[in-house]
T-cell receptor, first 116, second 113 residues
Framework: AQKVTQTQTSISVVEKTTVTMDCVYE???????LFWYKQTASGEIVFLIR??????ENATVGHYSLNFQKPKSSIGLIITATQIEDSAVYFC?????????????FGQGTKLSIKP | EAAVTQSPRNKVTVTGGNVTLSCRQT?????MYWYRQDTGHGLRLIHY???????QIGDVPDGYKATRTTQEDFFLLLELASPSQTSLYFC????????????FGKGTRLTVV
């Protein structure tokens, strides 16, 4: 069965520092896709970055990067040079390639607060 | 930019009442999803669909029905609403392909009193 778990309920860091948010997942599929989404204070949910399970290189987009550790079923989100506007709730999500017909499931979310 | 429109944005109903939440996407996406968001639980999948007439069961389907009438329209039905269904509901859509991103609507806040 698919499962995505985020155990960090909230994190607070000082502006311009680096933060890492954790996520672990379960799947029976050998190929799958992992995503991170951001929910802003207004409630809007937007896509940030994706990791393909068959790629060894960690994905990077702007100041977002991923720490993909396949043997540990772990996909961490790293935000460097954090800004106040990075304050939001971050969700990890997963889709199998071969099973579950497009089912996309999310973790519980981590609330990130950036302090000046 | 993909557009997913939910209506109503806010709804209050009584216990035992009928409620229909509507979602329309205008980007010819095949996949559509209904999630509920609750503190401590994140986004939980209720139902999803990969095309008109298709319905797939999500992880928290009890008490909900859904119907995909066209490629654009996906409805969530609560036929006997209960206070436990008070939540923030999101609709989302995506293209076919497991690697595609989903686009979310702005959400519907439902309160069952």
């Amino acid at each position: 069965a698919q499962k995505v778990t985020q155990t960090q309920t909230s994190i607070s860091v000082v502006e311009k520092t680096t933060v890492t948010m954790d996520c672990v997942y379960e799947t029976r599929d050998s190929s799958y896709f992992l995503f991170w989404y951001k929910q802003t204070a207004s409630g809007e949910i937007v896509f940030l970055i994706r990791q393909d399970s068959y790629k060894k290189e960690n994905a990077t987009v702007g100041h977002y990067s991923l720490n993909f550790q396949k043997p540990k079923s772990s996909i961490g989100l790293i935000i460097t040079a954090t800004q106040i506007e990075d304050s939001a709730v971050y969700f990890c999500a997963m889709r199998d390639m071969n099973y579950n017909q497009g089912k996309l499931i999310f973790g519980q979310g981590t609330k990130l607060s950036i302090k000046p | 930019e993909a557009a997913v429109t939910q209506s109503p944005r806010n709804k209050v109903t009584v216990t035992g009442g009928n409620v229909t939440l509507s979602c329309r996407q205008t980007n010819s996406h095949n996949y559509m999803y209904w999630y509920r968001q609750d503190t401590g639980h994140g986004l939980r999948l209720i139902h999803y669909s990969y095309g008109a007439g298709n319905l797939q069961i999500g992880d928290v389907p009890d008490g909900y029905k859904a119907t995909r009438t066209t490629q654009e329209d996906f409805f969530l039905l609560l036929e006997l609403a209960s206070p436990s269904q008070t939540s923030l509901y999101f609709c989302a859509s995506s293209e076919t392909g497991a690697n595609t991103e989903v686009f979310f609507g702005k959400g519907t806040r439902l309160t069952v009193v």
